[in-house]
């Protein structure tokens, strides 16, 4: 694989930045990469783990002669950001993000862009419960999805010189509408997680069921929503506060469906359930043709099933 | 390990059956294993795959001579199945059963017991979203937990032999009140499941997003959901029908503390947000340190991180 650019600068060092980091080291697509982080724990633990060729101490010098800018931090960060490194971005540069919401990144960030510097908002459709930079690793993309949500005036050879990257890191790469975006991520990620730490919230403040059961006895589905719940905060509330219309509108209809399987479950219409529980299997079968996960029981976590010819 | 019980009968013949079969045969905890399905295609699976010592037609010849009789059906059907199999218990013989209700199961199958037959109510908190008697395995109990909530006037010998057989199958067994247990498995279980069969529902029927979307970028946290929403509608539905006292307990709580986090996203009010999604983190931890779940990110599911030392 050949260096699709000359020097990539991230700005934030988590999840998403190392494992960029390590996964375009391994592919050599990168010809030099600058990492910054605001805390000072973050750039030198990232330092020790030698997540990039170079880390500095702010964002400005990052971003200096940077052919590729990603931006890495939560989407409430991205408007303070892009007023630090303005005035730094070498003409011609492309800046990136890979914030969980669209429309919002794009109304805080294109204020800033200065001329000639080309803006592809970003999402890659990857991640773990785990944050911090010592969580990255270079297979987090592979085989997972990259949605890019480029403006209508983008350069397309500049969209397609960001694709050959991203491809490098492993990821398969989709255009976008910004506005169908943050729809499709309010169903598919940002209210199942809202639901989640909702159902995690209730039982820590139930008091007639002690915290104890509850880690005892969470094998039997409650433990799927502890992982999802422990997902990073920050990042979350801003999602959640980025991502407004689309979340209530999906809530709403989420709160809708289940009176009415509230109500089923009163009244002893067993059938309605039934119907209902059938009809779901149907996408799960979808998601494992699809490639998006195992269909190994309970993911293989546990004491393997043995191989059985039938 | 010794035999616990000389014959032991299995009613019905699904994962959980089918898992205590293998698992007593590897533990030679059981001298002979009989089972029976109502389908007669489910028998012939079983036959196939050796599942038990003798597989039989119907549920009076499976209990005859049995020291151990489980009742491993919906709990919507143990009525049914006791009054069938009544007649032909052998006095001394134990009763117990898999149902993930307690009480109800207690009310239903209590009436039916014939003078000197113990029954023992029982939950394996073990499974998959697989069904069926081919979805079994040896391994399915190791580590998990298995409930037992005996009755008052139990005797206590027989309650001791029960644990050391459950004990042969790999699981840890603690006895627990059955009013409490119907409590505890709402909020781990009950009300989890039909959480994401409701966010599952809630995705299917939204047409301005297409199923193949939906499917293709579902790692953002929605396939965690699919996993539980495919378990079996039949067993699902029996257990909202039958604890639905405590499931509408839940239910309430839940959508109280969903609408304040709603409240909370309308309002733009970003510290509350914040300090909600910190408090869960810790439940998470819980878990992973109780050993009931793995804290390899995402499971471990897709490509692994590297070992790294740090």
Known sequence: MSVVYNKVALIGLGL???SISLAAKRAGSAGQITGTARSARTRSIARDLRLCDVIVDNSASAVRDADLVILCVPVGAMGKVMS???????????????????QEVIELVAPHLPEGVHFIPGHPLAGTEQSGPHSGFAELFENRWWLLTPLPD?????????????????????????????????VTSH??????????????????????????????????????AASDPTMWR????????????????????????????????????????????????????????????????GPKPPERSQ
């Open 238 to 301: 801003d999602v959640f506060l980025n991502n407004k219309e689309a979340v209530l509108d999906i809530l709403g209809r989420f709160t809708e469906e289940l009176f009415v399987l509230q109500r089923a479950i009163r009244m002893g219409d067993g059938e309605h359930l039934h119907d209902y529980f059938t009809r779901t299997r149907g996408i799960r079968r979808g998601i494992i043709e699809a490639g998006q996960d195992t269909a190994a029981p309970d993911f293989g976590r």
């Open 84 to 102: 630090e490194i303005k005035p730094h971005l070498k003409r011609g540069a492309v800046v990136t993000d890979v914030g969980s919401v669209k």
């Open 191 to 228: 209210t199942p997680h809202l639901i989640a730490y909702t159902m995690v919230g209730v039982a820590d403040h139930l008091t007639r069921v002690t915290e104890s059961e509850i880690i005892k006895y969470s094998a039997a589905g409650f433990r799927d929503f502890t992982r999802i």
């Open 16 to 18: 998403i930045a190392g």
């Open 154 to 186: 983008t350069d397309s050879h500049e969209v397609s010189r960001l694709r050959r990257f991203i491809r490098s890191l492993g990821a398969n790469v989709e255009d976008m509408e910004p506005a169908h975006h943050d729809l499709v991520l309010a």
